[in-house]
């Protein structure tokens, strides 16, 4: 079955810090790779999106992300994290950009200043 | 920000009640996808509309249907409320599928049953 697992529910750094958000897949056939984050009482923010070439993709704010084929993992990075970066990040995985996507259960990062 | 807007922005029905959801697409966008995220939970697929047609549904009952129109806004309709369907209710527009095109999310219908 196709599924997005977000092993960790809530992560806390301090401001300055840097960061990991992982994210394991299960995906039949090559898939499109997401990162969104959402802000409180916020719609869905796209930070970066993989489908085939370089395996570590830059994103906005600074994110980046590197697809595992191996460990079907495509975890989210920040080398330095500003108290702005608080929010709920989602990892997702689709046949497009567009379709169906299967999102994960989030990870809410807080910052501490 | 996007150019997804959705109205209401907060809404509270009674369970058995039907409630009609709004989404307007971004500018030249004919895709169309709605999502219900549960509290604590990641985005769901209900289904998306291309060019007015319904182009791939979710794991959602029947009570679950949509409407994209020809200047493709869209519609999500829900029959018979239950306590389960509160939820934020997010529409996501695009410009077809494929390589090349993103979804671009609206800030969500907070839907409330009580």
């Known amino acids: 079955a196709q599924s997005v697992t977000q092993p960790d529910i809530h992560i806390t750094v301090s401001e300055g810090a840097s960061l990991e958000l992982r994210c394991n897949y299960s995906y039949g056939a090559t898939p499109y790779l997401f990162w969104y984050v959402q802000s409180p009482g916020q719609g869905l923010q796209l930070l970066l999106k993989y489908f085939s070439g370089d395996t570590l993709v830059q994103g906005i704010k600074g994110f980046e992300a590197e697809f595992k084929r191996s460990q079907s993992s495509f975890n989210l990075r920040k080398p330095s994290v500003h108290w702005s970066d608080a929010a709920e990040y989602f990892c997702a995985v689709g046949p497009y950009e567009t379709d169906k996507l299967i999102f994960g259960t989030g990870t809410r990062l807080q910052v501490f200043p | 920000e996007t150019g997804v807007t959705q109205s209401p922005t907060h809404l509270i029905k009674t369970r058995g009640q039907q409630v009609t959801l709004r989404c307007s697409s971004q500018?030249?966008?004919?895709?169309v996808s709605w999502y219900q995220q549960a509290l604590g939970q990641g985005p769901q697929f209900i289904f998306q509309?291309?060019?007015?047609?319904?182009?791939g549904r979710g794991n959602f009952p029947p009570r679950f249907s949509g409407l994209q129109f020809p200047n493709y806004s869209s519609e999500l309709n829900v029959n018979a409320l239950e306590l389960d369907d509160s939820a934020l209710y997010l529409c996501?527009?695009?410009?077809?599928?494929?390589?090349?095109?993103?979804?671009?999310f609206g800030q969500g219908t907070r839907l409330t049953v009580v």
């Open positions: 509309y291309y060019r007015e047609e319904e182009n």
């Open positions: 500018s030249g966008h004919n895709t």
């Open positions: 996501a527009s695009s410009l077809g599928q494929g390589m090349g095109t993103e979804a671009f």
